[in-house]
């Protein structure tokens, strides 16, 4: 250890490397992956709201966990390659020897129409393809859900109320005094 952060300090190495420790890997300590693990991307497909953005749609698509960094996120449109509209990240550390990296595809939905997210590591055999449903997200399923409670309770509540008025009201004739 001692010898591979002489290394990694010298004045001599430090001008000569493009910013990678020379002996990150020739040490293993209990943080770091084996050299020739690799692990498989978590990839989460969702849609996020911007400010101010002139596009009804924005579809992020992130992949969490992998290693090593190299890997290609892409998007598809019925299929086929989508480059225009497309904001992606650089690979970035977690600090935990993994990696993660997101994408964004601003899109005007139309009716019929397959958004899918390729993501391309050494992990997989072939490239993952994640599509995204065009269902309702589980938050505005319970809003909706909450709002119809909300009604179906107040038009039986007003519904009580007024039959018991009109049970009070039936029957007696007001007297004048």
């Known amino acids: 250890m001692r010898v591979a952060e002489g290394w990694n300090n010298s004045p001599f190495l430090v001008t000569q490397r493009t910013g990678v ?3 990150k890997f020739l040490f293993k300590t209990n943080d770091t992956p084996d050299f020739v693990r690799v692990a498989k991307p978590k990839v989460k497909l969702s849609s996020v709201t911007r ?4 596009h009804p749609a924005v579809l992020m698509c992130s ?3 992998f290693y090593p960094p190299h890997i290609k996120v892409s998007w598809l449109r019925d299929g086929k390659p989508v480059t225009s509209e497309v904001t992606s990240t650089m690979e970035m550390a977690d600090g935990d020897w993994y990696y993660q990296i997101h994408s964004e595809l601003e899109y005007t939905p139309k009716s019929g129409e397959k958004i899918s997210c390729m993501v391309e590591h050494a992990s997989f055999n072939k490239p993952m393809i994640y599509d995204w449903g065009l269902s309702l997200l589980e938050y505005e399923r319970n809003k909706i859900a909450i709002g119809a409670s909300g009604l179906v309770l107040g038009i039986i509540i007003t519904a009580t109320g007024l039959i018991y008025f009109k049970k009070k009201s039936t029957g007696r004739i007001p007297v004048p005094q």
């Open 21 to 23: 420790d020379v002996c």
């Open 51 to 54: 400010a101010g953005g002139r």
């Open 63 to 65: 992949a969490y966990e």
